[in-house]
């Protein structure tokens, strides 16, 4: 009798396949390790973008400054000044020494009237 079908090769392949319950209670395992490791991949991302935008907002406040000073023309300096107690006027001026402008003025409190007229009051 002759064969009319003839196996010439072999050949691996994935097909569909009923599971077994101890197939399906692993497969359940490795699901719900692979859920917790999105799970936690999710959360890696969430932290990251948290610094991410941090570092971002940090940066265009920096851009927006930098902007203001270039536009005005005005930048801040650390400039040496003095602190000039008017006893007469009972004003506290703050003077920049390489200007000479007054900066800031305010009423001298009690205690610094009292202790500036001490001297002049022989106490």
Same mark, same amino acid.
């Given at each position: 009798m002759e064969q009319s079908r003839i196996i010439h090769t072999q050949e691996d392949r994935t097909l569909p396949t009923k599971m077994t319950d101890q197939d399906r209670d692993a497969l359940g395992r490795q699901l719900a390790s692979e859920v917790? /490791? &999105? *799970? %936690? !991949? $999710?959360? %890696?991302?969430? $932290?990251w973008m948290t610094t991410f935008n941090s570092k971002r907002k940090k940066q265009a406040e920096l851009v927006?400054?930098?902007? $203001?000073? @270039?536009? #005005?023309g005005i930048a801040p300096r650390l400039i040496r000044c003095d602190v000039v107690h008017d +006893?007469? =006027?009972? &004003? +506290? /001026?703050? +003077? =920049?020494? $390489? #200007? !000479? *402008? @007054? +900066? /800031?003025?305010r009423a !001298? #409190? =009690? %205690? *610094?009237y009292e202790h500036e007229t001490q001297g002049e009051l022989g106490y």
């Amino acid at each position: 009798m002759e064969q009319s079908r003839i196996i010439h090769t072999q050949e691996d392949r994935t097909l569909p396949t009923k599971m077994t319950d101890q197939d399906r209670d692993a497969l359940g395992r490795q699901l719900a390790s692979e859920v917790s /490791e &999105l *799970e %936690a !991949m $999710d959360q %890696a991302k969430k $932290d990251w973008m948290t610094t991410f935008n941090s570092k971002r907002k940090k940066q265009a406040e920096l851009v927006c400054e930098l902007s $203001d000073q @270039v536009n #005005t023309g005005i930048a801040p300096r650390l400039i040496r000044c003095d602190v000039v107690h008017d +006893v007469y =006027r009972k &004003l +506290v /001026e703050i +003077v =920049r020494t $390489d #200007t !000479m *402008e @007054v +900066v /800031e003025s305010r009423a !001298m #409190t =009690r %205690a *610094e009237y009292e202790h500036e007229t001490q001297g002049e009051l022989g106490y």
